[in-house]
């Protein structure tokens, strides 16, 4: 199993910068991306970026791309994203996202989510 714990949402000014934080713990040994995900109210789950946890190849949505940043610190198992130029539309609840590769009983990808911390991007 793998635990994620979040941090680092808020509210926050047009134009202006949050960066969230992302801590795993438990059976880390597989991970084998990391991301982050969102959900507006009404809205479906949509990605926001991802990091692959060996080749560290990144994936930003169209929405986000030249504002926000994905990023890791291994020694501390945590991942990060910093929000630049934060709109409203970024307003929505960000959740950390771990993808473990698991072999046995059949080769798969496993899910897990973190709690979720709200961003609200507002005059």
């Known amino acids: 199993q793998v ?5 680092g949402g808020g509210l926050v ?3 202006g910068s949050l960066r969230l934080s992302c801590a ?3 059976s880390i040994s597989s991970i084998v991306a990391m991301g982050w995900y969102r959900q ?5 789950r949509e990605l926001v970026a991802t990091s692959t ?3 560290g ?3 930003y949505a169209d929405s986000v791309k030249g504002r926000f940043t994905i990023s890791r610190d291994n020694a ?4 990060y994203l910093q929000m630049n130029s934060l709109k409203p539309e970024d307003t929505a609840v960000y959740y950390c996202n771990s ?3 698991v072999v046995t009983p059949k080769i798969q990808r496993i899910d897990y989510w973190g709690q979720g911390t709200q961003v609200t991007v507002s005059s």
């Open 99 to 101: 993808q473990k590769l």
């Open 76 to 79: 501390k198992n945590t991942v």
């Open 57 to 59: 190849k990144t994936n």
């Open 3 to 7: 635990q994620l714990v979040e941090s």
């Open 40 to 44: 507006a109210p009404g809205k479906q």
């Open 53 to 55: 946890s060996t080749a």
């Open 24 to 26: 795993a713990s438990g």
């Open 13 to 15: 000014q047009p134009g």
